[in-house]
């Protein structure tokens, strides 16, 4: 074959292929819109410790995809974009509770965060567990279409397993 004939993606497969390009950013700014819609709503809470909860969980769900050999498709991306949510609640559910310790009853940052945990420990892992278990189908099916929605579910799964809340 000459080497002037070169063969490129047109149409459809071009935009998809274009779409793969933003994913990093895509993530950061739905981070950034989380936490904006966060603090419209509310008073700004420490966003240090809220978005620390972040890392492990996208460290874990990005492990995961690795562990099967699963790209990082638009799929697996919006599983990312799930679990924030999930993970970034978590954080703010505590966050919540320690601050109104500390203000209302006046307790120590620590007595008020380990209050917190003690009070949000069961709808953490109850939110958590939920989110698991309806990842665990998505992760381990293998019918129809199963390989499009196995990104979405060892990304939610994997990345829960790891993060701290």
């Given at each position: 074959?000459p080497?002037?004939?070169?063969?490129?993606?047109?149409?459809?497969?071009?935009?998809?292929?274009?779409?793969?390009?933003?994913?990093a950013?895509?993530?950061v700014?739905?981070?950034?819109?989380?936490?904006r819609?966060?603090?419209s709503?509310?008073?700004?809470?420490?966003?240090i410790?809220?978005?620390s909860?972040?890392p492990?969980?996208?460290v874990?769900?990005?492990?995961a995809l690795?562990?099967?050999?699963?790209e990082?498709?638009?799929?697996?991306?919006i599983?990312?974009?799930?679990?924030?949510?999930i993970?970034k609640?978590?954080?703010?559910?505590?966050i919540?509770?320690?601050?109104?310790?500390?203000?209302?009853?006046?307790?120590?940052?620590?007595?008020a965060i380990?209050?917190?945990?003690?009070?949000?420990?069961?709808p953490?892992?109850?939110?958590?567990?939920?989110?698991?278990?309806?990842g665990?189908?998505?992760?381990?099916?293998?019918?129809?279409g199963?390989?499009?929605?196995r990104?979405?579910?060892?990304?939610?799964?994997?990345?829960l397993?790891?993060?701290?809340?």
């Open positions: 074959m080497a002037s004939i070169r063969g490129t993606f047109q149409g459809t497969a071009q935009a998809f292929q274009d779409s793969l390009k933003t994913k950013s895509s993530s700014r739905a981070v950034r819109r989380v936490h819609a966060r603090h709503v509310r008073e700004l809470h420490p966003p410790t809220i978005l909860t972040l492990s969980a996208g874990g769900a990005i492990l690795l562990l099967f050999h699963i990082l498709s638009v799929i697996a991306l599983g990312i974009i799930l679990l924030i949510g993970v609640k978590n954080a703010i559910m505590m919540d509770f320690a601050l109104e310790a500390q203000r209302g009853e006046g307790k120590s940052p620590h007595d380990y209050s917190a945990c003690v009070l949000r420990f069961r953490i892992m109850m939110t958590t567990a939920a989110a698991l278990l309806g665990l189908p998505l992760a381990l099916g293998n019918g129809t199963s390989e499009m929605r990104p979405l579910g060892i990304a939610i799964v994997g990345g397993l790891v993060s701290r809340s």
